[in-house]
Nanobody, 113 residues
């Protein structure tokens, strides 16, 4: 089975940027949908962005215009470019193979005000 490993999280000031990566241990070529979710303690995990095999994207209203999801089938990697970060973006971010609900271990993003 494909394993997912996230990286790129960290501490950043409000207005800053981070780029998350999700590296898969196998080919993602045939995976229809992949996505980024986030979860704050005490809250439900929420969908941040989703990308299809054809490159179609979906964004939560809260991140539209600030975040960009992309994938490289050649590198078996998905990305989330996060710009203009806000304190409310603070959460653990998880990548997910939505076909089959396979999750990574998560990476912490903390945005200070």
């Amino acid at each position: 089975q494909v394993q997912l490993v996230e990286s790129g999280g960290g501490l950043v000031q409000a207005g800053g940027s981070l780029r998350l990566s999700c590296a898969a241990s196998g080919s993602i070529f045939s995976i229809n949908y992949m996505g980024w979710y986030r979860q704050d303690p005490g809250k439900q995990r929420e969908l941040v962005a989703r990308i299809s095999s054809g490159g179609s994207t979906y964004y939560a209203d809260s991140v539209k215009g600030r975040f960009t999801i992309s994938r490289s089938n050649a590198k078996n990697t998905m990305y989330l470019q996060m710009n203009s970060l806000k304190p409310e973006d603070t959460a653990v971010y998880y990548c997910c193979i939505i076909d089959g609900w396979k999750w990574g271990q998560g990476t912490q993003v903390t945005v200070s005000s």
